[in-house]
């Protein structure tokens, strides 16, 4: 009887204890990938994020938003910041957080660059009406969009000096460089023709 009563005693401590520690890869195999792309996971539970490659991150956003960062306002932002891996590392950062409340989905992407448009997306208990592929095609289809709407988290997100780092850790080509690429090319245009009018001019 004094055994039955111990072990009922400890059952909820053996609850407790058995809480799972979720493991995801991060950019495996040089891919723009996490996986698995979703988990299911309890309150209790931590997710380790492993940096294999490049330069990521694990960034909190919205089932809307799929590549928009949370802000204080919206919520409890979870944010790994930049993980760069040198192409011939032999050790990874792992980076874990702790899930507090597992009653609704949490949405993740990687705010490199376009990965995020480039479909590296990843969830923590989607459902059926909100389902991994649903985020991940909203991700991958508002490429468009994004680059053309007035959003403040699409201007701030070009601002972050780490955002315009490119995979291997140099200075990436940015969309003001091709945009003036080919405003410069317009001013040449309109210095010929008006070279020219002034030709047309001495020679009358």
């Given amino acids: ?19 799972t520690n979720h493991v995801v890869k991060v950019g495996e195999n040089a891919g723009l990938t996490f996986t698995p792309t979703e988990i299911t996971a309890a309150a209790g539970d931590s997710v380790s994020f492993q940096f294999l490659s490049k330069n990521h991150t694990v960034t909190q956003s919205t089932f809307a938003s799929p590549c ?8 409890t932002v979870v944010d790994s910041g930049f993980q ?29 660059a376009n990965h995020c448009k480039a479909g590296m997306v990843f969830a923590i208990n ?20 994004a680059g053309t709407s007035a959003s403040g988290s699409a201007a701030s997100a070009s601002t972050r000096p ?19 690429g080919a405003g410069s090319i317009n001013v040449g245009a309109g210095a010929l023709l008006a070279g020219l009018g002034l030709v047309a001019g001495l020679v009358l």
């Fill in 68 to 75: 928009a960062n949370l802000t204080q306002a919206d919520g």
């Fill in 126 to 145: 989607p459902t059926a009406e909100k389902s991994f592929a649903a985020f991940q095609a909203a991700a991958m289809g508002t490429t468009a969009s």
């Fill in 162 to 180: 780490t955002a315009s780092v490119s995979d291997a850790g140099t200075p990436s080509p940015s969309a003001s460089t091709t945009t003036n």
């Fill in 84 to 112: 760069p891996v040198a192409a011939n590392a032999t050790s990874f950062m792992q980076w874990t957080f702790t899930i507090n409340n597992a009653s609704a989905p949490l949405w993740f992407y990687c705010r490199q």
């Fill in 1 to 19: 009887m004094r055994f039955a009563t111990l072990l009922a005693a400890l059952l909820p401590v053996g609850a407790a204890l058995a809480q």
